[in-house]
C-alpha cells in the first residue's frame, strides 16, 4: 500500500505561482513512477506531469510545457510540482498519484491522493 498526501494548493491570481506537494509513505517507490492530474468542474480528469521515480524522466501535458516543473525528492519520498505563469484554465482539483510505470492514462495509476484546490483567478 502507498498513501499520498498533498499539500500546497491556494488561490492565486493569474500570472503567480504556486507549488505543490506530494509525500507518498509505504511500500518502496524504486520502480514506480509519480505524478500530477486535474480535474475541472464538469471535467473530465486529465494528465498534467509524471516523473518516473528511479531515473527522473518527466513528461508534460502541452497545456503545461514550459510553465510547470515536476521534481522529486527521493529521501523525503515527495513529489512536488511547481507552477509559474498560471492561467485562470488552470483551475481545478489536483490529484497525485502513483503507479508501476510513467503514463499519460489515470487507469495506469493504482495509489491517489486526496487531492487539493488550485483557482487562479483573472
Known amino acids: 500500500q502507498v498513501q499520498l498526501v498533498e499539500s500546497g494548493g491556494g488561490s492565486v491570481q493569474a500570472g503567480g505561482s504556486l507549488r505543490l506537494s506530494c509525500a507518498a509513505s509505504g511500500r518502496p517507490l524504486s520502480t514506480y513512477a509519480m505524478g500530477w492530474f486535474r480535474q475541472a468542474p464538469e471535467k473530465e480528469r486529465e494528465f498534467v506531469a509524471i516523473?518516473?521515480?528511479?531515473?527522473?524522466?518527466?513528461y508534460y501535458a502541452d497545456s503545461v510545457k514550459g510553465r510547470f516543473t515536476i521534481s522529486r525528492d527521493i529521501a523525503k519520498k515527495t513529489v512536488y510540482l511547481q507552477m509559474n505563469s498560471l492561467k485562470p484554465e488552470d483551475t481545478a482539483v489536483y490529484y497525485c498519484a502513483v503507479g508501476p510505470y510513467a503514463s499519460r492514462s489515470e487507469k495506469t495509476y493504482d495509489y491517489w491522493g486526496q487531492g487539493t484546490q488550485v483557482t487562479v483567478s483573472s
Open positions: 516523473i518516473s521515480w528511479s531515473y527522473g524522466y518527466t
